[in-house]
């Protein structure tokens, strides 16, 4: 990219009245964490493609994930899912993060793969499966202590299958009961992110469905429990940056775990399919940061954990994190081109044509050269995607032969 190209942009940018140095500051605090688990093979219940280099241990997949940091410069921490990362030693896991530049993002309980879990993990009407959930909840709050992560991030796949199986009441009762002992377990600078679903596994109704569920619990527990909006989670026309402008104004937005999907919870590339919805959930976010009326919701904004959520069956992983930490910098970027006072303006006149432009406008710039420069400003790779291919990594991982982690 020519400094030139840059030159342009910025002209551009200039005339209508965009602060340059602003926004590529802002762009430069944006940080996504990686998933352990998408470093790992995967697939569909049909098959998993075995690939060849996948880690073999928790360790390696922070290896993994800390190439992804070394070319975006953009996502210092990885996320790991207890007990998908089991180890004897978090503290060594802790280091060994730390020794390849990044640190352990949010710590996941997990609590589906166990035969116990047939009928409900916290939300089992056998007690004894309760508590076994909960202790579990617990353990990771242990976890996150050694590791030093600030975040349990909570996903259930409690519901049931048919009509009459169990009582829906009964079953919301246990889960506000569960989440709270794990609530009154955290420490002070501690945060529990609630994630909601409204299918899968159980497929007639899941106990936190969707985020209206998930922040009533949040707002009953108190002020370290926010949502999570899992962008797969959503039935199709369901309007999410709506959902995340009404938890931002409720100070109760917490997180996201990004991914992109075409009919259900695909866990694919997020932006690959979604890019102008992606956008207009940026869009929300960088009105919120900057609304200089509202500074409770610019710090709920400012404060977000933004995560990806993503398996990569059939593509190489380490390349397909660097191309989503780009399409997320990339939407975020044009987010922060909207022009607020424009806007503001077009919206006081209730004319809808222009406030409409106001927003498509920035949607349609090419952020490419603003993203180059960035990038070299923080002495990442001005192209991610080309410096990770000629790094030889992907060479040298390839002696891991096939059969690592699931
Ligand atoms: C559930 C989910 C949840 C899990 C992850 C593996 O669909 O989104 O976040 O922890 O997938
Ligand atoms: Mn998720
Ligand atoms: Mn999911």
């Given at each position: 990219m020519?400094?030139?190209?840059?030159?342009?942009?910025?002209?551009?940018?200039?005339?209508?009245?965009?602060?340059?140095?602003?926004?590529?500051?802002?762009?430069?605090?944006?940080?996504?964490?990686?998933?352990?688990?998408?470093?790992?093979?995967?697939?569909?219940?049909?098959?998993?493609?075995?690939?060849?280099?996948?880690?073999?241990?928790?360790?390696?997949k922070?290896?993994?994930?800390?190439?992804?940091?070394?070319?975006?410069?953009?996502?210092g921490?990885?996320?790991?899912?207890?007990?998908?990362?089991?180890?004897?030693?978090?503290?060594?896991?802790?280091?060994?993060a730390?020794?390849?530049?990044?640190?352990?993002?949010?710590?996941?309980?997990?609590?589906?793969?166990?035969?116990?879990?047939?009928?409900?993990?916290?939300?089992?009407?056998?007690?004894?499966?309760?508590?076994?959930?909960?202790d579990?909840?617990?353990?990771?709050?242990?976890?996150?202590?050694?590791?030093?992560?600030?975040?349990?991030?909570?996903?259930?796949?409690?519901?049931?299958?048919?009509?009459?199986?169990?009582?829906?009441?009964?079953?919301k009762?246990?889960?506000?009961?569960?989440?709270?002992?794990?609530?009154?377990?955290l420490?002070?600078?501690?945060?529990?992110?609630?994630?909601?679903?409204?299918?899968?596994?159980?497929?007639?109704?899941?106990?936190?469905?969707?985020?209206?569920?998930?922040?009533?619990?949040?707002?009953?527990?108190?002020?370290?429990?926010?949502?999570?909006?899992?962008?797969?989670?959503?039935?199709q026309?369901?309007?999410?940056?709506?959902?995340?402008?009404?938890?931002?104004?409720?100070?109760?937005?917490?997180?996201?775990?990004?991914n992109?999907?075409?009919?259900a919870?695909?866990?694919?590339?997020?932006?690959?399919?979604?890019?102008?919805?992606?956008?207009?959930?940026?869009?929300?976010?960088?009105?919120?940061?900057?609304?200089?009326?509202?500074?409770a919701?610019?710090?709920t904004?400012?404060?977000?954990?933004?995560?990806?959520?993503?398996?990569?069956?059939?593509?190489?992983?380490?390349?397909?994190?660097i191309?989503?930490?780009?399409?997320?910098?990339?939407?975020?970027?044009?987010?922060?081109?909207?022009?607020?006072?424009?806007?503001?303006?077009?919206?006081?006149?209730?004319?809808?044509?222009?406030?409409?432009?106001?927003?498509?406008?920035?949607?349609?710039?090419?952020?490419?050269?603003?993203?180059?420069?960035?990038?070299?400003e923080?002495?990442?790779?001005?192209?991610?995607?080309?410096?990770?291919?000629?790094?030889?990594?992907?060479e040298?991982?390839?002696?891991?032969?096939?059969?690592?982690?699931?």
């Open positions: 020519s400094d030139k190209q840059y030159a342009l942009f910025e002209e551009q940018q200039k005339a209508r009245g965009i602060d340059l140095d602003k926004v590529k500051n802002k762009i430069k605090g944006l940080e996504v964490e990686t998933p352990s688990w998408g470093f790992g093979d995967s697939g569909t219940r049909f098959k998993v493609f075995e690939q060849e280099g996948i880690p073999r241990d928790p360790f390696e922070i290896e993994d994930a800390a190439q992804v940091h070394k070319f975006t410069g953009s996502s921490a990885a996320a790991i899912h207890i007990p998908w990362d089991k180890v004897d030693d978090y503290k060594a896991l802790k280091s060994h730390k020794d390849h530049g990044i640190a352990i993002g949010a710590v996941n309980p997990n609590v589906f793969q166990d035969d116990d879990y047939k009928f409900g993990s916290v939300t089992n009407s056998d007690p004894a499966i309760r508590q076994k959930a909960v579990h909840l617990l353990e990771c709050v242990d976890i996150a202590r050694e590791v030093d992560s600030k975040a349990i991030s909570l996903w259930f796949a409690d519901g049931t299958n048919y009509p009459g199986q169990a009582d829906f009441r009964k079953r009762n246990w889960m506000h009961e569960s989440l709270q002992t794990l609530y009154n377990a420490d002070e600078d501690m945060r529990m992110l609630i994630e909601y679903k409204f299918f899968e596994p159980a497929f007639y109704h899941t106990d936190l469905a969707d985020w209206g569920m998930a922040f009533n619990m949040a707002n009953k527990l108190g002020p370290k429990a926010d949502v999570l909006v899992d962008t797969g989670h959503h039935p026309a369901a309007n999410i940056e709506h959902i995340v402008a009404y938890l931002l104004d409720e100070k109760k937005l917490g997180g996201f775990h990004f992109s999907r075409k009919y919870d695909d866990d694919l590339i997020v932006a690959a399919h979604n890019p102008h919805e992606i956008f207009l959930i940026m869009q929300q976010i960088v009105a919120a940061e900057e609304d200089g009326a509202d500074p919701a610019a710090k904004a400012g404060n977000i954990a933004y995560m990806l959520d993503q398996c990569h069956n059939i593509e190489p992983k380490i390349p397909a994190m191309r989503s930490i780009m399409n997320v910098q990339n939407l975020y970027a044009k987010a922060c081109l909207v022009n607020l006072d424009e806007l503001r303006e077009a919206q006081e006149k209730q004319d809808v044509l222009w406030a409409e432009e106001v927003v498509r406008e920035a949607y349609e710039f090419d952020v490419t050269p603003l993203l180059k420069a960035v990038r070299e923080m002495g990442a790779a001005p192209d991610p995607m080309k410096a990770y291919r000629e790094s030889g990594y992907a040298k991982i390839l002696k891991r032969g096939k059969g690592g982690a699931g």
